[in-house]
């Protein structure tokens, strides 16, 4: 008798560890890592040190639990040196194993812009993660793209 309950206990803990919590991807750790894409991003900024990011991304949901997106957060470098952070909340569903479009406007601001009228081309990163939500539970997935693009405007880049 004793063994049977432990064999149906036992098989009770493998599922409730196979299935998880919400969110959870069993045998793919990396799931997350894989689950947005940047399609394209473009960073202008103007001579007062303003500017924007237009961050487009591809976010899919690599669990079978219906999802929120709920937040994005990155982080922009210029030539190698950070200019800019920030975090925007968002609401937008995602079907279990979906996937949706994603269109994020970040306003940028700095001390005055340097520049002038010919684009300088530089080196522009942008790392971030989107944080995806199951009711109680959050997964941030994380993303990264760099790619060398003409700047007429940039904030100061001396420094660290």
Do not use: H, I, K
Not at 40 to 66: C, K, W
Not at 71 to 87: I, N, P, Y
Request: some cysteine; glycine content about 12%.
């Amino acid at each position: 008798m004793r063994s049977r309950r432990a064999v149906v206990v036992g098989g009770l803990l493998a599922s409730a560890w196979v299935s998880g919590c919400l969110g959870s991807v069993p045998f793919r750790p990396r799931a997350y890592d894989e689950a947005v894409r940047v399609v394209g991003f473009q960073v202008d900024f103007q001579p007062d040190g303003t500017g924007v990011l237009d961050l487009d991304l591809e976010v899919r949901n690599p669990a079978s639990d219906a999802a929120t997106l709920a937040a994005v957060d990155f982080t922009l470098r210029v030539d190698g040196r950070r200019v800019a952070v920030g975090t925007q909340q968002v609401a937008a569903p995602l079907a279990e194993d979906g996937s949706a479009p994603l269109r994020v406007l970040f306003p940028l601001a700095s001390g005055r812009a340097s520049g002038g009228l010919e684009p300088v081309r530089r080196r522009v990163q942008v790392e971030g993660g989107v944080v995806l939500r199951f009711g109680g539970t959050e997964r941030r997935a994380p993303f990264q793209a760099e790619r060398v693009m003409p700047l007429a405007w940039a904030p100061p880049l001396e420094g660290e």
